[in-house]
């Protein structure tokens, strides 16, 4: 019963969905049962592995220093956009870094945590080498946003992932 319904609830949900979009007949019934039998198989391929959180608390610790990155970059861009009133004294560019991190959970937060920063943009990261490659808006240290981004924000992430 579960490879043929892996989520009944699912299921179930989507053919009464079905039904309220359309009118009730025996043919729109088989019909959304079908589609809703398929859909449940589908999104049982889609389920991801299991989460392997092996720490909390650098994640909380995380959390934490994003913030504070969140609210002092969000200044930064701020002050260099008023203060240059255009793209005269930045340097944008992009930096590759290579990182150790490899869990796809983890990759994922990295991503978020990058695209919530203003002023970086996570443009690509290539599994088989492990690099990332970052937009910044303002590129002054390329050196030092690797360490930065190695130390502040991928550290903790291996700790709790790795």
């Given at each position: 019963m579960?490879?043929?319904l ?5 299921t179930?949900?989507l053919?009464?969905m ?6 009730f007949?025996l043919g729109h ?5 079908a589609?809703?039998?398929?859909a449940?198989q589908a999104?049982?391929?889609l ?9 909390i608390?650098?994640?909380v610790?995380l959390a934490?220093?994003?913030s504070?990155?969140i609210?002092?970059s969000?200044?930064?861009?701020a ?12 340097r944008s ?9 490899r ?5 994922a937060?990295l991503?978020l945590?990058?695209?919530a920063t ?6 690509d990261?290539?599994p ?5 490659l ?9 050196d ?6 190695r130390?502040r924000y991928?550290?903790?992430?291996l700790?709790a992932?790795?």
């Amino acid at each position: 019963m579960t490879r043929l319904l892996p989520h009944p609830l699912l299921t179930l949900a989507l053919v009464l969905m079905w039904l309220l979009l359309t009118r009730f007949s025996l043919g729109h019934l088989l019909l959304g049962s079908a589609v809703a039998v398929l859909a449940g198989q589908a999104f049982a391929r889609l389920e991801p592995q299991p989460l392997r959180l092996r720490a909390i608390w650098p994640l909380v610790v995380l959390a934490a220093r994003v913030s504070v990155d969140i609210l002092w970059s969000n200044a930064a861009v701020a002050r260099r956009m008023v203060r240059d009133g255009g793209p005269g004294g930045r340097r944008s560019g992009f930096v590759e870094i290579g990182l150790r991190l490899r869990d796809p959970v983890g990759l994922a937060l990295l991503a978020l945590v990058v695209a919530a920063t203003p002023g970086t943009a996570w443009i690509d990261y290539d599994p088989e080498t492990g690099v990332l490659l970052l937009h910044v808006f303002d590129l002054q240290d390329e050196d030092g946003l690797r360490a930065a981004i190695r130390t502040r924000y991928e550290a903790p992430l291996l700790e709790a992932f790795g």
